[in-house]
């Protein structure tokens, strides 16, 4: 089954960085729809980064411009990292990131567990 594995959240001071990833298996990687999510407790989740299937365009939300970058190592098989660099981190940003993965042709969305990312001095 398709399994999505976070890790790189932790503490970290304003203006600094953090690279989370996440590890995928269980789906023909380079033919999803990979993305990044973020919640704050007592709000929806928002997208922060998308990586598209196949030719692998990227989008971002407003916030991230500039600061944030998504990236993907895609590996044979049925594996496959993602990636989100983020830097000059604020304490807004402080929130759980989620990896997502969408089938291009199915739409489901699979989701990890989370990874929590503290932006405090």
């Known amino acids: 089954q398709v399994q999505l594995v976070e890790s790189g959240g932790g503490v970290v001071q304003p203006g600094g960085s953090l690279r989370l990833s996440c590890a995928a298996s269980?789906?023909?990687?380079?033919?999803?729809?990979m993305m990044w999510y973020r919640q704050v407790p007592g709000q929806e989740r928002e997208l922060v980064a998308r990586?598209?299937?196949?030719?692998?365009?990227?989008?971002?939300?407003e916030f991230a411009k500039g600061r944030f970058t998504i990236s993907r190592d895609d590996a044979k098989g049925t594996k496959g990292t993602l990636y989100l660099q983020m830097n000059t981190l604020k304490p807004d940003d402080t929130a759980v990131y989620y990896c997502?993965?969408?089938?291009?042709?199915?739409?489901?969305?699979?989701w990890g567990k989370g990874t929590r990312v503290t932006v405090s001095q």
């Open positions: 997502c993965a969408e089938g291009y042709f199915s739409g489901i969305k699979y």
């Open positions: 269980g789906l023909h990687f380079g033919s999803f729809v």
């Open positions: 990586s598209g299937a196949f030719d692998h365009g990227t989008n971002y939300a």
